[in-house]
């Protein structure tokens, strides 16, 4: 091959290496907004959640209440209803909201949750 074939040949092949790399560029997208398409927007409503029911008194009387009613507290299932209960009819009245820590299941943690939708003993003079 001659040297002036060569050149040419060179020549185009490089404007051709070019040509497709300024197309390949100029598809590319420029934004996110490009690249990801916007998604429809629907308007999602609030779950209905349980409704507490707390009594006038204060608060619910862990002392009185039975499972049901117990289970309307912040963490409390059937199974801690129940050991409350049973805490209670084991070893008499709670007279601090402290009290129920005794109770298997329920901590520092889990109490703070439902202690200020409780009243007890103690909490009945004030």
Do not use: H, W
């Not at 204060?58 to 050991?83: F, K, Q």
């Not at 298997?104 to 007890?120: A, H, P, V, W």
């Amino acid at each position: 091959m001659s040297e002036r074939l060569r050149m040419i040949l060179g020549t185009v092949l490089m404007a051709g290496a070019l040509i497709l790399s300024v197309l390949a560029a100029a598809s590319q997208p420029r934004n996110s907004a490009e690249f990801y398409p916007a998604r429809e927007y629907t308007e999602r409503k609030a779950p209905e959640t349980a409704e507490i029911r707390i009594p006038d008194t204060g608060g619910i009387d862990v002392n009185t209440a039975d499972e049901e009613e117990l289970t309307n507290l912040y963490g409390i299932g059937l199974t801690l209803a129940e050991a409350i209960v049973a805490e209670r009819e084991d070893n008499g009245p709670f007279f601090y909201p402290e009290d129920l820590i005794n109770v298997s299941g329920i901590g520092l943690q889990k109490l703070k949750g439902f202690r200020e939708l409780i009243r007890t003993e103690a909490m009945e003079g004030q």
